[in-house]
């Protein structure tokens, strides 16, 4: 027997099966036990007579199948080529961002879900459309909304040959 104890209404049998003549079994759980994302404590319980039984210790697991929509919370324009993008996700999941199908770089998310990424790429002036993704430790992923950046490192440039200036005149 399989059973689940969720600490408030005890404890509930999720499957039953016959071992292998190496001790070895497994349990599908389906539709008649579904395992809501929550988190849970499983034991196996065995008895070669259904008389006397005994018990492993528990085991615990989560189960999620879910995950948060990343988002891209950066501003939308940059007077430097290689801007430095933020955002949210889910708390420690994986965020690749992308500029079309072009990986730019990789984070993890901190335990509040706030990532930022320098891109591995300098961006040409313009306009570019980015997302990221975000996957989960169970495995779950999603995509952010497009963000469209503007770059225009003219702002930049202005303002050194300005202070360049400046300094030539003083």
Do not use: C
């Not at 999720?14 to 929550?38: C, K, M, R, Y």
């Not at 430095?84 to 990789?106: I, P, Q, R, T």
């Amino acid at each position: 027997l399989l059973t689940q104890f969720d600490g408030k209404e005890g404890e509930t049998t999720i499957g039953e099966t016959t071992a292998d003549h190496n001790g070895l079994w497994q349990i599908s759980v389906d539709n008649n036990f579904p395992l809501t994302d929550s988190s849970y404590t499983l034991f196996a319980q065995s008895s070669s007579d259904y008389l006397s039984w005994e018990r492993s210790a528990g085991v615990n697991i989560t189960t999620d199948s879910v995950i948060t929509n990343p988002k891209i919370n950066s501003a939308s324009s940059f007077n430097t080529s290689i801007p430095k993008l933020m955002g949210s996700a889910e708390a420690y999941s994986e965020v690749v961002l992308f500029k079309g199908s072009n990986n730019l770089g990789s984070i993890i998310t901190d335990a509040n879900g706030i990532w930022s990424i320098i891109p591995n790429n300098n961006f040409s002036d313009g306009n570019h459309v980015l997302h990221v993704t975000s996957t989960d430790k169970a495995g779950n992923s999603s995509s952010s909304e497009q963000l469209i950046i503007t770059i225009d490192t003219s702002t930049l440039s202005n303002s050194y040959s300005a202070l360049i200036l400046y300094l030539k005149n003083q």
